[in-house]
């Protein structure tokens, strides 16, 4: 069992940027392939970004430029920054975990991120 805390969202001018983090519990993180996705209102969820265990990595065209995603195995923490942010970013942001399955199996609660003047 994996357990993710995400934390670092909140309220966000267009243009600016913040980082999302997200906590892992257990001593096998660095075998997971790891991802983050969002929800925005009305809208069906969508993958953001990923990274193997290996370390490879892939966006979303949308964010493509803008996010990066990374992550730290020694932390067991996973990163997303967000950079020239855009209202169309406005979302709640899910980390979510694929213990090799191919499909996340664990899912964190979400932190809102609001990009608004």
């Known amino acids: 069992q994996v357990q993710l805390v995400e934390s670092g969202g909140g309220l966000v001018q267009p243009g600016g940027s913040l980082r999302l983090s997200c906590a892992a519990s257990?001593?096998?993180?660095?075998?997971?392939?790891m991802s983050w996705y969002r929800r925005a209102p009305g809208k069906e969820r969508e993958l953001v970004a990923g990274?193997?265990?290996?370390?490879?990595?892939d966006y979303a065209g949308s964010v493509k430029g803008r996010f990066t995603i990374s992550r730290d195995n020694a932390k067991n923490t996973v990163y997303l920054q967000m950079n020239r942010l855009e209202p169309e970013d406005t979302a709640v942001y899910y980390c979510?975990?694929?213990?090799?399955?191919?499909?996340?199996?664990?899912w964190g609660q979400g932190t809102q991120v609001t990009v608004s003047s």
């Open positions: 979510a975990a694929d213990s090799g399955r191919g499909v996340p199996n664990f």
């Open positions: 257990g001593r096998i993180f660095s075998i997971y392939d």
């Open positions: 990274i193997t265990s290996g370390g490879r990595t």
